[in-house]
């Protein structure tokens, strides 16, 4: 891991918006055996104010002065989601390991040469689909896998994910502002897409990207997009699963709480999973299981009090130390960016 010791990992952290602020610099500078050596902003002021926040030592104004520094282990990029290629592929190709924000990138070609890099260079590239942390998905998920093997109330028929948002802030604070203009970023869509629909696929890409992951993540590897629907105010996606298909309603919603989740239906009962609003923290996803038959029994089970993103940000860093193979992986992410891309294709 670069010239650290073996028990602290060096971070150089890249962006100093919204989410660094109120999600990942709080875990990562919190974290023990971490320590985020510098920040790279491209708005100085902002750089300067948010590293006194932080306790952070050293700023730049630039991803490329982390990239060329030996001490730096691996580099966290919370950033626009068209920066997240370029910034990622300098850091894999200078021996960094890299944890970025979902979307994992804005076009497929630019996904498959992040991974591309991650493996030419032997490290680990993790896109922070923090859903995959969450308590009460890791319940569901073992629930799921238990009773698909055993049969208890029958094999999966169906299963039905839907996202219509809400509030996802919760009041979890103010960050830091300036009035300095953030320099352009040039737009990565893909390059077959018409210009018009840009603003769509970014749009899907940065929010229901999420969803698409979390289903393949509890019911297995889509086989087969089998139809959508996008002209709507409500996006509909079908998939072809093992078996069973799988369907996503992915829309908009004015609410004081979050609406998401997923329905996975059996012969004989169900399980569904509601996630909360992702910066709630310490407050689990709430699991429910339904068997019915014979039993007519309906049943809560309890995962323990965690925030799904401090889990995922903990997972990147014991993966560095242990060199086993994150969980969020971009290899396993392009597959969501193959499937949104398929979408605007063929509907």
């Known amino acids: 891991m670069g010239s650290s010791d073996s ?22 500078t919190e974290m ?20 006194d926040r932080f306790g952070i030592a050293k700023t730049c104004d630039s991803h490329e002065e982390l990239c060329a520094d030996p001490a730096i282990d691996a ?107 953030y320099p352009d970023i040039e737009p990565r869509p893909p390059a077959w897409l ?14 229901y990207c999420h ?6 993540h509890l019911l297995g590897e889509v086989r087969a997009l089998e139809f959508a629907a996008l002209d709507s105010p409500t996006k509909l996606m079908v998939f072809a699963m093992d078996g069973f298909d799988a369907v996503l309603e992915l829309g908009r919603l004015s609410a004081n709480f979050w609406d998401e989740g997923v329905k996975v239906y059996f012969e004989d009962g169900w399980v569904e999973v509601l996630t909360p609003p992702p910066l709630l923290r310490n407050v689990p996803a709430t699991v429910s299981v339904y068997r019915a038959g014979d039993a007519q029994e309906h049943s809560q089970p309890q995962a323990p009090r965690d925030w799904a993103f401090r889990r995922a940000n ?3 860093l014991a993966c560095l130390r242990s060199g086993g193979p994150v969980r969020s992986s971009g290899a396993d992410s392009i597959r969501d960016q193959e499937l949104l891309e398929e979408a605007f294709r063929r509907f």
């Not at 028990?7 to 990942?24: K, N, P, S, W, Y």
């Not at 910034?87 to 924000?101: P, R, T």
């Not at 018409?194 to 929010?207: A, D, F, T």
């Open 7 to 28: 028990d602290r990992i060096r971070i150089g952290f890249v962006g100093a918006g919204f989410m660094g602020q109120l999600v990942h610099l709080p875990n990562f």
């Open 32 to 51: 023990a055996g971490c320590e985020v050596v510098a920040l790279a902003e491209r708005r100085p002021r902002l750089a300067r104010l948010v590293a």
């Open 75 to 181: 580099i966290v990029q919370i950033t626009y989601d068209d920066a997240h290629a370029p910034v990622s592929i300098d850091a894999l190709n200078a021996g960094k390991h890299v944890y970025l924000e979902k979307p994992m990138a804005t076009n497929l070609s630019d996904a498959r040469r992040m991974v591309e890099a991650a493996e030419r260079n032997e490290r680990q590239l993790m896109v922070g689909y923090m859903k995959r942390f969450d308590t009460g998905v890791e319940l569901a998920r073992s629930i799921i896998e238990e009773l698909t093997t055993s049969g208890e109330i029958g094999a999966i028929t169906h299963a039905r994910g839907h996202c219509f948002a809400g509030d996802w802030i919760c009041n979890a604070g103010t960050p830091i502002r300036t009035d300095e203009t």
């Open 194 to 207: 018409e210009q018009e629909r840009v603003r769509e696929i970014y749009s899907l890409n940065n929010l």
């Open 211 to 216: 969803n698409i992951n979390l289903m393949r």
């Open 314 to 316: 903990a997972h990147f």
